[in-house]
């Protein structure tokens, strides 16, 4: 089984910062990237940011600037520091992962979540 667990969220006040962490276990043989989406009430999900196996990262551009991504492959883990925060951002966000189960398929894995909530 392939499990995704998320931690470090929380309450905040705006302006201040958080950082939430995502640890991968079970049968992974490559990562090819993580990510971080978010979901407030009533909206859509959206992507947040994602780190690719070489590095690469991708922002949604109304974090762009605040937050950082960042990927320890040993461990398997992703974070996102969430700097800056603003009511907007908040959401529950979700860790993803896009891993391959052997050198073809690719699969898509979606943790539980963590409650993100910046007051005014």
């Known amino acids: 089984q392939v499990q995704l667990v998320e931690s470090g969220g929380g309450l905040v006040q705006a302006g201040g910062s958080l950082r939430l962490s995502c640890a991968a276990s079970?049968?992974?043989?490559?990562?090819?990237?993580m990510g971080w989406h978010r979901q407030a009430p009533g909206k859509q999900r959206e992507l947040v940011a994602d780190?690719?196996?070489?590095?690469?990262?991708n922002y949604a551009d109304s974090v762009k600037g605040r937050f950082i991504i960042s990927r320890d492959n040993a461990k398997k883990m992703v974070y996102l520091q969430l700097n800056s925060l603003e009511p907007e951002d908040t959401a529950v966000y979700y860790c993803?992962?896009?891993?391959?189960?052997?050198?073809?398929?690719?699969?898509?894995?979606w943790g539980q979540g963590t409650q993100v909530t910046v007051s005014s």
């Open positions: 993803h992962m896009k891993a391959l189960n052997g050198p073809t398929y690719e699969y898509e894995y």
């Open positions: 079970g049968s992974i043989f490559v990562i090819n990237a």
């Open positions: 780190i690719t196996s070489d590095g690469t990262t």
